[in-house]
């Protein structure tokens, strides 16, 4: 059974950063792509980033580019999401995933494990 937990989250001003983290137990970590998906109270959850199994292909939701960096650590088996440029309406529960493959994919139903998010609110 694969477990994954998010910190990192809290309260920041806009324009402010703040770094993610994403724990993984078990011994595939460096086998799967992960991903940062995020959901506002209201809205549907949506993607955020999406890192391949080695790193070295990332995808970004376009309201994030420029300003949040997905990386992974195969070594801790973590995966990051850095976050800087805050602004209220990234305002969300942030969750990390697994992904079922090596490549990086944006579509929800192409990650198969879940961690329980952790709330990042930015106030204006």
């Known amino acids: 059974q694969v477990q994954l937990v998010e910190s990192g989250g809290g309260l920041v001003q806009a324009g402010g950063s703040l770094r993610l983290s994403c724990a993984a137990s078990?011994?595939?970590?460096?086998?799967?792509?992960m991903g940062w998906f995020r959901q506002a109270p209201g809205r549907e959850r949506e993607f955020v980033a999406a890192?391949?199994?080695?790193?070295?292909?990332?995808y970004y939701t376009d309201s994030v580019k420029g300003r949040f960096t997905i990386s992974r650590d195969n070594a801790k088996n973590t995966v990051y999401l850095q976050m800087t440029s805050l602004k209220p309406e990234d305002t969300a529960v942030y969750y990390c995933?697994?992904?079922?493959?090596?490549?990086?994919?944006?579509?929800?139903?192409?990650?198969?494990?879940w961690g329980q998010g952790t709330q990042v609110t930015v106030s204006s």
């Open positions: 995933a697994r992904a079922r493959s090596l490549d990086s994919v944006l579509r929800e139903n192409e990650y198969t494990y």
């Open positions: 078990g011994r595939t970590f460096s086998s799967y792509a």
């Open positions: 890192v391949n199994w080695f790193g070295g292909d990332r």
